[in-house]
C-alpha cells in the first residue's frame, strides 16, 4: 500500500505545475493532500478523480483558503469530514476516509492541515487553539481499536534535525517549544509513531518537505521537516520505505511517500 501526502498551496496552482500528470505515474493505493485554495465550484474534472482515484474533500468556508481531500484507489466505507470543531471546520483542516478489512481489523487513513501561525500572534493563537482540541480527538483515535495513518502538514518541525537553522527559528512559529512539546506528547504519552523516523532516524537535509520562497531557501535546502504520516504502531511498523519526491515543484512543500506491507 502507497500512501502520498502533498500540502499543494492551491490544487490549481499545482496542476499548473504537473502534479496531476505525475500523480497516475506514483500508483498509489491513498493520496491526503492539503491547501486547496478551492471550493466545490472551483474544482475541474481532474481534480475530483485521477489515475484511479476517486476525490473527497473537505472545503474552507473562506474562498482562497486551506482545504484538505483525500484520494482512494479503493472505495472507502466511510468518509468524515470535520473535527466537530465549528472553528476549524469552516476551516477545512481535516477529512478521515475509513476501511473494513475481511481479513480482520480495519484501516482509516486522515489528511490534516494544522493552523499555521507564523502570520500573526492571532493566529498563533487560533493554532495553540487547534492543537487543544486535536489532542483528546487524537487519544480518541488511538483508543479506538483501528489501524491509523495521518497524514499532512502538521506545521510544526519536531526536533532540530528537522529544520536547517533550528538556532534561529526557536521562537518562531513551527518551532516554538510548546509545538514541539505537543508532537512529544503524542509520541510518548499516546504512542503515534512518526513513520518517516521511525524508517530514518538520523535523516537531515532529505527529510525537509518544506521551503520558504525566500532566500534561495530551496536552492540551497533551507528546509523544514513539517509534513507527516504519523501512524498507530501496528501500521507503523509495516513501513518499508520513504521518500521526499523533489524531481519536480509543484508547490513550497514535496510530495511524502510511504510504502506499507499492508492491502486494502
Known amino acids: 500500500m502507497r500512501i502520498i501526502s502533498a500540502n499543494l498551496n492551491g490544487i490549481r496552482s499545482a496542476a499548473t505545475k504537473g502534479f496531476f500528470d505525475w500523480l497516475p505515474g506514483e500508483q498509489a493505493d491513498v ?36 482545504g484538505v481531500g483525500i484520494y482512494t484507489r479503493k472505495s472507502a466505507q466511510t468518509v468524515i469530514e470535520g473535527l466537530g470543531v465549528p472553528e476549524f471546520d469552516a476551516e477545512g483542516r481535516y477529512i478521515e476516509a475509513g476501511y473494513d478489512n475481511p481479513g480482520g481489523g480495519n484501516l482509516a487513513v486522515i489528511s490534516l ?18 492543537l ?9 483515535l488511538m483508543q479506538s481499536g483501528r489501524e491509523i495513518v495521518i497524514c499532512g502538514d502538521w506545521n510544526i518541525a519536531h526536533r532540530e534535525i528537522d529544520l536547517k537553522n533550528w538556532k534561529s527559528n526557536q521562537k518562531n512559529s513551527g518551532f516554538l517549544p510548546e509545538e514541539r512539546a505537543w508532537m512529544t506528547r503524542l509520541f510518548d504519552e499516546l504512542g503515534w509513531v512518526d513513520v518517516y523516523r521511525s524508517l530514518y532516524p538520523e535523516h537531515t537535509g532529505e527529510a525537509y518537505t518544506w521551503w520558504s520562497n525566500r532566500g534561495q ?37 514535496a510530495p511524502l511517500i510511504v510504502d506499507y506491507d499492508y492491502t486494502l
Open 217 to 253: 531557501a530551496w536552492a540551497r535546502n533551507v528546509g523544514w521537516r513539517i509534513d507527516y504520516q504519523i501512524a498507530t504502531p501496528g501500521i507503523a511498523a509495516r513501513a518499508k520505505a520513504a521518500s521526499v519526491y523533489k524531481d519536480q515543484r509543484f508547490s513550497d512543500h
Open 113 to 130: 492541515y494544522q493552523p499555521s501561525g507564523s502570520s500573526s500572534e492571532e493566529r498563533q493563537q487560533a493554532k495553540f487553539r487547534f
Open 132 to 140: 487543544d482540541a486535536f489532542f483528546p480527538h487524537l487519544e480518541k
Open 31 to 66: 493520496v491526503c493532500v492539503q491547501e486547496l485554495k478551492a471550493q466545490a465550484a472551483d474544482m475541474r474534472p481532474e481534480f475530483m478523480a485521477c489515475g484511479g482515484l476517486a476525490g473527497h474533500f473537505h472545503y474552507a468556508e473562506k474562498k482562497g483558503y486551506s
